[in-house]
């Protein structure tokens, strides 16, 4: 348990600061905003690809049961990714388009 | 040499902070995605070629070509194909293929611990944590999308007692993850994800109608969680910063969500809208005034400002093209027209904005709660489209209501209220509107898009 602690202070530390950093950049947003900046953030989420990415070029390429649930894992983190930015472009631009 | 893939995920990092700040002003909303994606792409490219621990490491490229190759192409055509409408159902989707893929991710990597070196340490709890948040995110998304998409009706999910059954599997769930840890193996890890999942979906089971847009938020925000989580057992940095960063900008959005409706989470995750049906009130002998397409036609016509109140109907009915010419004309004839927009109108946070930017409605027409009430005094009519609860007068003196003390349009203060509605069964959480019922309220029976249609008609042969 401390040894945990021990090896993972900076990460710990890293938690709780972007903790706070995440509810100062979303403490004021305008309602026009909330679908995107949803949309947006749940994109960023698909973050734990790199842990797929990881997970798969250390495999043995002999085990297939681990092979297989770390691609699923990895093109469910992909869709995520991809049609997150996608889908929040797309609302974007409509909005930009009213302002001129 | 690491160093420089170290350095590549720090530029990723800041991307996400950068991104998600642009995110939150409509000036640079654009380009904040732009940067987020990016910083994305960077992650992505760095772990690629990240020197990993080994003397060999196989690295599968193949399998991860085809993962990247499969996942975008699904990703992209669903994201281009999807009808602004449905926008609801795909970020759901999206958001539980999000926490799935953390999920699995855990449940492997629980399956491949080697027992005798993770005694030691905190891996085997980090990794079961991240299998129950990511499956509750999974299963709840699940949920969430099929009650969004109309395949799956509130009622045919919520049991007797639900918040009981609720607590109770929760409770089991985090009793069998911990009976894991100490008894692992393959049996019970999978029996856990299989708890986990079933108590993601009873979680959402019992929220519905105007709570829909607090549990998407939420949902994103344990999604967030799951990949912060899922950050330790790689102890990856990139993946804590962006997993939190995402958790605690859900969090905050579920807050303002919750607010506005002037609930508490709690309240929310109990299921406050569907739980108490029995506030419907008996209003069976009192009569409602219809009028005709023409009549309508003639209110608007002759008045000097028009607000608009939109809801989940108007997007049901697909009703915003209507509704833009209907404003368009109005606008030639020096008739104000505003927009009413409630903060939990529709099934997601800022669902009607996204639905009026599609038909190029300018968004300083768009009111927020506050606006729109001091709007409303000098208005002349009101056109509720498919909006209902968040138009109701309970919500401000029936203290029976379930609704009670959220704060909603007042659209009765305005000299007419014209509603559209298919019929008079009452909205979606079964709670019957007094506003139906006033003495300056008319309804218009039939589709949203139709009557529109109909009024068009009309008004131009004035």
Not at chain 1, 33 to 40: A, F, R
Not at chain 2, 15 to 42: E, H, T
Not at chain 2, 178 to 195: A, E, G, L, N, R
Not at chain 2, 245 to 266: D, F, K, P, Q, Y
């Amino acid at each position: 348990m401390l040894e945990f602690f021990n090896e993972n202070m900076l990460s710990i530390y890293l938690l709780i600061f972007t903790v706070f950093l995440g509810f100062e950049l979303i403490s004021k947003v305008p309602t026009v905003l909330h679908t995107p900046l949803m949309s947006g953030a749940n994109a960023i989420s698909g973050i734990v690809m790199v842990g797929s990415i990881i997970f798969l070029r250390l495999t043995d390429p002999g085990d297939y049961v681990s092979l297989t649930i770390g691609l699923i894992a990895m093109i469910m983190a992909v869709i995520n990714i991809v049609g997150g930015f996608a889908v929040t472009n797309r609302m974007l631009s409509m909005f930009k388009k009213k302002k001129n | 040499m690491e160093v420089y893939f170290q350095l590549a995920y720090l530029i990723g990092a800041i991307c996400f902070i950068l991104g998600l700040r642009g995110l939150s002003d409509p000036k640079s909303a654009r380009k904040g995605n732009i940067i987020a994606a990016l910083g994305m792409g960077i992650a992505v490219v760095a772990s690629l070629f990240y020197p990993l621990e080994g003397d060999v490491v196989p690295n599968n490229y193949g399998w991860i070509a085809g993962a990247i190759l499969v996942g975008s192409a699904i990703g992209f055509l669903s994201a281009i194909r999807v009808q602004m409408t449905a926008m609801p159902q795909l970020i759901s989707i999206f958001n539980g293929l999000g926490g799935g893929s953390a999920m699995f991710l855990a449940l492997i990597e629980f399956l491949n611990l080697d027992p005798a070196q993770s005694s030691s340490t905190l891996l085997p709890v980090i990794i079961l944590f991240t299998i129950f948040v990511g499956s509750i995110s999974f299963s709840g998304s699940i949920l969430a999308y099929l009650k969004l998409d109309g395949k799956v009706n509130d009622k045919q999910v919520v049991l007797p007692n639900h918040q009981y059954i609720n607590i109770f599997l929760m409770l089991f769930s985090i009793a069998f993850v911990v009976f894991t840890y100490f008894v692992p193996s393959p049996v019970t890890i999978i029996i856990s994800v299989i708890i986990c999942l079933i108590y993601g979906f009873s979680f959402v089971a019992p929220i519905g109608g105007a709570d829909m847009p607090v549990v998407i938020s939420l949902l994103n925000s344990v999604t967030g969680i799951s990949a912060a989580a899922a950050g330790f057992i790689y102890d990856n940095q990139i993946m804590i910063l962006g997993g939190v960063l995402v958790g605690a900008a859900g969090t905050i959005l579920t807050i303002l969500m919750c607010e506005a409706m002037n609930r508490s989470l709690i309240n929310v995750i109990i299921g406050g809208f569907t739980a108490s049906g029995d506030a419907a009130g008996d209003q069976g002998d009192q009569t409602v005034i219809s009028l005709s397409p023409m009549d309508a036609a003639i209110l608007l016509k002759y008045s000097s400002k028009v607000m608009m109140v939109p809801g989940y109907g108007m997007a049901v009915a697909q009703a915003q093209k209507q509704t833009k010419e209907l404003d368009d004309f109005l606008a030639k004839n020096d008739v104000e027209v505003v927009y009413g927009i409630h903060p939990v109108a529709g099934r997601m946070p800022g669902h009607m904005n996204v639905l009026l930017a599609e038909v190029d409605i300018s968004y300083d027409k768009l009111c927020d709660l506050e606006e729109s009430n001091n709007h409303l005094s000098d208005t002349d009519v009101v056109l509720v489209v498919g909006a209902n609860d968040v138009v109701n007068p309970s919500a401000i003196d029936d203290p029976g209501s379930s609704i009670y003390g959220m704060p909603v349009i007042e659209v009765w203060r305005a000299k007419q209220v014209i509603v559209f509605k298919r019929s008079m069964n009452p909205g979606y959480a079964g709670i019957q509107n007094p506003l139906f019922f006033k003495g300056n309220t008319k309804m218009l029976f039939g589709d949203a898009t139709d009557s529109l249609k109909k009024i068009m008609e009309e008004i131009k042969t004035l």
